[in-house]
C-alpha cells in the first residue's frame, strides 16, 4: 500500500514540529505548512491524502483554507485541530466537509486512529469509483454483445432469404440484356431507357451482393493463413486496385515507409482487405485533390500502419460510434454501414488494435497496430470468437 501524504498546517510551530516527529516514529512522514496560504501552495505543488489542519491561524483561518480545499481538492480529507473554546469551529468544519476535527491538546493515538480513518474512507472512494467504471465498461461490452448477436440473427437471414431471391432477379437481369442484344429487338421504342433500368436493377443486386458479403464476412470464421507479407507491396497492390477512383477525384498519395517495417507474418488476404477498407474510406472523404498519407512504422514488437486523410473529418460525438454495425457517415445509398466493423473484427483477429483520431474539417487518422509474429485474438485480449451464440450463427451460416 501507498504511504498516506499528510500535510500538518499549524502556525504554532513548536507544536507542529513535535507532532510531525511523533508521526513520522508512527509511520507517517508530513509535509508542514505554518500558514493556510503556505497549505495551498504546497497542495497546488503535490497532491495530499490528508490534511491536519489548524483552525486559528492568523491571515486565512482553517475553515476558509477548508472550503478551498474542498473546492479545489474534493477528494483530499481533512481533519481540523480545535481549541476547546472553540469547538463549534470544528462543527461548523464537519458542515464544510471536513472529516472530523479534534480539540487541543490532541492524544497522538487518536490523531493517527483519525489520520487512517480518513485514508480508509479515500481509498474506499477510489475502489467504488473504480467498481462504477468496470460496471459502465461491462454494460457498454454487453450492448455491444447483443447487437453483434442481432447481427448475427440477421446474417444468418439474409442468407437465407435474401441471396437467393438475388441470384433469380440477376439471373432474370442477365436474360433481357441478352434480349435487348437480339437483331430483333434493335428498333424496340425506349431501348435505351430499357438498358439504364437493367443497368440500375444490375447496380442494385451488386450493392445488395457487397452487403451479404460483408454481413456474412463479420460472423464466419475465417482462418489466418499466415505466411511472411510484405507490407510495402500489399499497400502497393491495394492503391492499383484503387487507382481508377484515386485519379477521378485526383487525390494524391504519400507513402513514406520504415524499412524496418515492411515485413510481418499474417494473413495477407484479410490485411488486404483491411487495406482496401480503410484506402476506400480515405479516398471518398477526400476532396479533390486532396492528399492521402499511408505510414508504415516500428511500434514496440510490432508495427504501426497509419492511413491519414485531409477530409472533412468526423464529428467527435461519432468517433465512438464508427466502428459499430450499421452506423455510416456516408449519404444514404453510399455506404453499407459495415465496412469498419468489418476491418476491426479483421485487425483484432490478427491480433491487433485499430484506433481513430479525427476532428471536423481536418481529416481523419486510422492506426492500425499489428504484431510482427501473428497471435489469435484470444491471446491479445480481443473479445473472443467461440462465443456459443457466435459459433451457432457461424454454423447456420454455412448452410445452404
Same mark, same amino acid.
Given at each position: 500500500?501507498?504511504?498516506?501524504?499528510?500535510? *500538518?498546517?499549524?502556525?504554532?510551530?513548536?507544536?507542529?514540529?513535535?507532532?510531525?516527529?511523533?508521526?513520522?516514529?508512527?509511520?507517517?512522514?508530513?509535509?508542514?505548512?505554518?500558514?493556510?496560504?503556505?497549505?495551498?501552495?504546497?497542495?497546488?505543488?503535490?497532491?495530499?491524502?490528508?490534511?491536519?489542519?489548524?483552525?486559528?491561524?492568523? !491571515?486565512?483561518?482553517?475553515?476558509? +483554507?477548508?472550503?478551498?480545499?474542498?473546492?479545489? #481538492?474534493?477528494?483530499?480529507?481533512?481533519?481540523? @485541530?480545535? &481549541?476547546?473554546?472553540?469547538?463549534?469551529? &470544528?462543527? $461548523?468544519?464537519?458542515?464544510?466537509? $471536513?472529516?472530523? #476535527?479534534?480539540?487541543?491538546?490532541?492524544?497522538?493515538?487518536?490523531?493517527?486512529?483519525?489520520?487512517?480513518?480518513?485514508?480508509?474512507?479515500?481509498?474506499? =472512494?477510489?475502489?467504488?469509483?473504480?467498481?462504477?467504471? #468496470?460496471?459502465?465498461?461491462?454494460?457498454?461490452?454487453?450492448?455491444?454483445?447483443? /447487437?453483434?448477436?442481432?447481427?448475427?440473427?440477421?446474417?444468418?437471414?439474409?442468407?437465407?432469404?435474401?441471396?437467393?431471391?438475388?441470384?433469380?432477379?440477376?439471373? %432474370?437481369? &442477365?436474360?433481357? /440484356? @441478352?434480349?435487348?442484344?437480339?437483331?430483333?429487338?434493335?428498333?424496340?421504342?425506349?431501348?435505351?431507357?430499357?438498358?439504364? =433500368?437493367?443497368?440500375?436493377?444490375?447496380?442494385?443486386?451488386?450493392?445488395?451482393?457487397?452487403?451479404?458479403?460483408? *454481413?456474412?464476412?463479420?460472423?464466419?470464421?475465417?482462418? =489466418?493463413?499466415?505466411?511472411?507479407?510484405?507490407?510495402?507491396?500489399?499497400?502497393?497492390?491495394?492503391?492499383? *486496385?484503387?487507382?481508377?477512383?484515386?485519379?477521378?477525384?485526383?487525390?494524391?498519395?504519400?507513402?513514406?515507409?520504415?524499412?524496418?517495417?515492411?515485413?510481418?507474418?499474417?494473413?495477407? #488476404?484479410?490485411? /488486404?482487405?483491411? @487495406?482496401?477498407?480503410?484506402?476506400?474510406?480515405?479516398?471518398?472523404?477526400?476532396?479533390?485533390?486532396?492528399?492521402?498519407? +499511408?505510414?508504415?512504422?516500428?511500434? !514496440?514488437?510490432?508495427?504501426?500502419?497509419?492511413?491519414?486523410?485531409?477530409?472533412?473529418?468526423?464529428?467527435?460525438?461519432?468517433?465512438?460510434?464508427?466502428?459499430?454495425?450499421?452506423? %455510416?457517415?456516408?449519404?444514404?445509398?453510399?455506404?453499407?454501414?459495415? &465496412?469498419?466493423?468489418?476491418?476491426?473484427?479483421?485487425?483484432?483477429?490478427?491480433?491487433?488494435?485499430?484506433?481513430?483520431?479525427?476532428?471536423?474539417? =481536418?481529416?481523419?487518422?486510422?492506426? +492500425?497496430?499489428?504484431?510482427?509474429?501473428?497471435?489469435?485474438?484470444?491471446?491479445?485480449?480481443?473479445?473472443?470468437?467461440?462465443?456459443?451464440? *457466435?459459433?451457432?450463427?457461424?454454423?447456420? $451460416?454455412?448452410?445452404?
Amino acid at each position: 500500500m501507498d504511504p498516506i501524504r499528510l500535510l *500538518l498546517v499549524d502556525d504554532e510551530a513548536d507544536f507542529r514540529r513535535a507532532i510531525a516527529r511523533r508521526l513520522t516514529k508512527r509511520g507517517i512522514t508530513p509535509a508542514e505548512a505554518a500558514t493556510g496560504e503556505e497549505c495551498l501552495r504546497l497542495l497546488a505543488e503535490q497532491p495530499m491524502d490528508v490534511v491536519v489542519l489548524d483552525v486559528k491561524m492568523p !491571515g486565512m483561518n482553517g475553515i476558509e +483554507v477548508l472550503g478551498r480545499i474542498k473546492e479545489k #481538492y474534493p477528494e483530499t480529507e481533512v481533519i481540523l @485541530l480545535t &481549541g476547546h473554546a472553540t469547538t463549534p469551529d &470544528g462543527v $461548523a468544519g464537519i458542515k464544510s466537509g $471536513a472529516f472530523d #476535527y479534534l480539540t487541543k491538546p490532541i492524544e497522538l493515538e487518536q490523531l493517527v486512529s483519525k489520520i487512517h480513518q480518513a485514508h480508509d474512507k479515500i481509498l474506499r =472512494a477510489a475502489e467504488k469509483k473504480r467498481e462504477a467504471a #468496470y460496471r459502465a465498461r461491462m454494460e457498454q461490452q454487453m450492448i455491444a454483445t447483443e /447487437r453483434l448477436a442481432s447481427l448475427g440473427t440477421l446474417a444468418t437471414g439474409v442468407a437465407h432469404e435474401i441471396n437467393n431471391p438475388l441470384a433469380i432477379i440477376k439471373e %432474370s437481369a &442477365g436474360w433481357m /440484356r @441478352l434480349i435487348l442484344k437480339n437483331p430483333q429487338m434493335a428498333d424496340i421504342p425506349r431501348r435505351e431507357d430499357l438498358e439504364k =433500368a437493367i443497368g440500375k436493377i444490375e447496380n442494385a443486386i451488386e450493392r445488395a451482393r457487397r452487403i451479404t458479403h460483408q *454481413l456474412l464476412g463479420s460472423v464466419q470464421r475465417q482462418e =489466418a493463413a499466415v505466411v511472411e507479407v510484405h507490407l510495402p507491396s500489399l499497400v502497393a497492390e491495394t492503391l492499383e *486496385l484503387l487507382h481508377r477512383e484515386i485519379a477521378n477525384r485526383n487525390v494524391s498519395v504519400q507513402r513514406e515507409i520504415a524499412p524496418e517495417a515492411e515485413t510481418i507474418w499474417s494473413d495477407p #488476404y484479410q490485411l /488486404r482487405q483491411v @487495406l482496401i477498407n480503410l484506402l476506400s474510406n480515405a479516398v471518398q472523404a477526400s476532396a479533390d485533390e486532396g492528399r492521402i498519407d +499511408v505510414r508504415l512504422q516500428a511500434h !514496440g514488437e510490432g508495427v504501426a500502419l497509419e492511413i491519414a486523410d485531409t477530409g472533412k473529418g468526423i464529428p467527435k460525438e461519432n468517433l465512438d460510434k464508427i466502428f459499430e454495425p450499421f452506423f %455510416s457517415t456516408k449519404p444514404p445509398g453510399e455506404g453499407t454501414g459495415l &465496412g469498419l466493423f468489418v476491418t476491426r473484427g479483421i485487425v483484432e483477429k490478427l491480433g491487433g488494435r485499430i484506433t481513430v483520431e479525427s476532428r471536423l474539417g =481536418a481529416g481523419a487518422r486510422f492506426r +492500425v497496430v499489428l504484431p510482427k509474429r501473428h497471435i489469435s485474438a484470444a491471446d491479445n485480449g480481443a473479445p473472443s470468437g467461440g462465443d456459443d451464440w *457466435l459459433d451457432q450463427i457461424r454454423h447456420l $451460416a454455412k448452410e445452404p
